[in-house]
């Protein structure tokens, strides 16, 4: 289905294209038309624009910091909060969370399948004088690569495409782990020469496929002993090698916006006001599927000997709103959505003490509204929204308060609210095992999370925030396995979903500083973490640290600026939670304790002209600081390995 998309865009690029530009002179007057005014010299850095699905905007970035090496990877974002698997493109286990939602209505689920997944308030949008092309590129585990690639024009003026392709595959150090992924977009960005309609747009294709091997079935002997016999990994016993997961997701998103009423050209009236209509479309066909080719008592007993789960939802969200603008009291916008849900498997299943239904399906209208409003160095914003009709759907409350003081210091104040539905997997569940079929639709409640955070960033002192969250009717997965079952390797067997009906309280505290002194620099990040409860269902660990040292210098007179340095890493110890494939979900567990290793990484980075080029030794210390480094129980974290990589920016 990618690459039919795929022929499909580049169909209807040429169509477009001849009928838009039906000869090579028209072309050159229309070129010379766009350029107009701009030379080489009058071209910044700042005019190649970068918008998010809010329209919030900012400009292309090519410079080479400690923040870039830090957001270098798969996911192209800090992993400060994360602890990755083995295999690049595999789950990551979480060591801190916030509790923050972007909707009040559940999700597919299958959550630990989804990091690479691409949400709509992930895309990217573009605005740029000429074409711009990024490249990011950077090896993998054995037998693979990992390319990251976008293209963005200008047709006009007006008129702005980007097509992306993200994709990846690596074999992995261990049998049977292999990661594959595929990420397709296109994205469109258009305002009218009055600036009065606006609209911006994407497509989406993406794929995510894993080879599943349940983890280490003899951990002590063959990894945590050091035995030399088994440095080659694909030499470890698992516990079973036929086992596959799939996440496939199609979505088409419009979002367009007409001005009513145009503001005043005179920006010193201050009952210049403007309305805004505005409608917003979304519709997402998705499905989490587990297959296995033999039924395997690690998950328990089936109905049948091949197995093969797929869960299936599809979306659609209209929106429909107006916005209220004026100088003297902000911008206003009210709007009322419409969401339609179909989440489904093939048949309804019938047991002896049961009856799990097929589908749920059903319409939800909600209400919201988005409040902005800047004065001086202070800035307000706030949004809300509320489920009038259906059973599923929520409400969502957003409030920030941001104060600028002298340039130097930020001090912003937030507050969340949200109440939601847990996700579909939790509510309504099939599987050819026979343990893993529930449906709770009446016994599950919302999930309710309310908390405040309070963020201090200063030149000077650094960054701090400390958040604080209160959750009440917590859904999580654990086992019911007996000491017993456990021990004869049933755990998995016997995973449920479970609501805490004890409220459960939260506290982050995160600080960053970096210390310079001449070419050398050390960036310190620290998070402390409490969590009160009455069982243990929400673990996390208690203190996470990351210490980067490093040298930045301009070399070569010039030609090159060199950046390399070693970073530590360290979580405490706690229970992590374990990773059961078969729901793509991870579970709470209080049996096992792992963490409180050191991670030491060595890199040197180069940039040369808009040219980022990336070396790094990943966890050169794991042959000698012991071999108990996990990423989940039975899931090692990995050993030392050398990758590199580059991220290349061209202009035309």
Sequence with gaps: MRYILVVFFMWSSIVIAQDSTPSEKSQKTFRQKFLKGLTKDSIKIEDYKIISHKRDTTFLDTTLTITKEYKYNYLRKDGFELMPFSNIGKPVNNLGVDFNSFTMYPMLGAKALHSNYKEKQDIKYYNVPTPLTELMFKTTMNKGQLLDAVITFNTSPQLNFSIGYKGFRSLGKYNYDQATSGNFIVTTNYSSKDKRYQMIGHI?????????????????????????????????????????????????????????????????????????????????????????????????????????????????????????????????????????????????????????????????????????????????????????SGVLGGSLINANAEYVFRKKHTLKFSIHNESRMPDFNYLLYQSDYVNYNWQNTDLFKKQNANSMLFEYNSKVIGALSAKYASISNYTYFKSEATEEQINQGEENAYIKPFQESASVGYLKVKYNKELKLGHFALDNTFMYQTVSQSNKVLNLPQFVTRNTFYFSKNVFKGAMFLQTGITFKYFSKYNMNAYNPALGEFYSQDREKLGGYPMFDFFINGKVKQTRIYLKAEHFNSSFTGYDFYSAPNYPYRDFVIRFGLVWNFFS
């Design 204 to 388: 989406a294709a993406q794929d995510i496929v894993f080879e599943e091997n349940g983890g280490l079935s003899n951990k002590k002997e063959q990894f945590e002993s050091g035995n030399s016999e088994f440095k080659n990994r694909d030499r470890l016993d698992l516990i079973f090698e036929d086992a596959k997961t799939t996440v496939l997701g199609k979505r088409y998103f419009l979002d367009h916006q007409y001005e009513l009423v145009k503001k005043a050209k005179d920006t010193n009236n201050i009952i210049s006001t403007s309305i805004l209509l505005g409608h917003q479309f979304n519709y997402e066909t998705k499905y989490s599927e587990f297959t296995q080719a033999k039924q395997n008592a690690y998950f328990g007993g089936s109905f049948l000997s091949i197995i093969h789960d797929k869960a299936n939802l599809k979306t659609t969200n209209n929106q429909l709103s107006v916005e209220f603008d004026n100088k003297l009291l902000g911008s206003l916008k009210g709007y009322v959505g419409f969401y339609n849900y179909n989440y489904f498997f093939n048949s309804v299943l019938v047991t002896p003490s049961s009856r799990i239904e097929r589908q749920l399906k059903g319409n939800e209208i909600s209400l919201g509204a988005i409040y902005k409003k800047k004065i001086g160095n202070f800035k307000l914003e706030g949004d809300a929204s509320y489920n009038l």
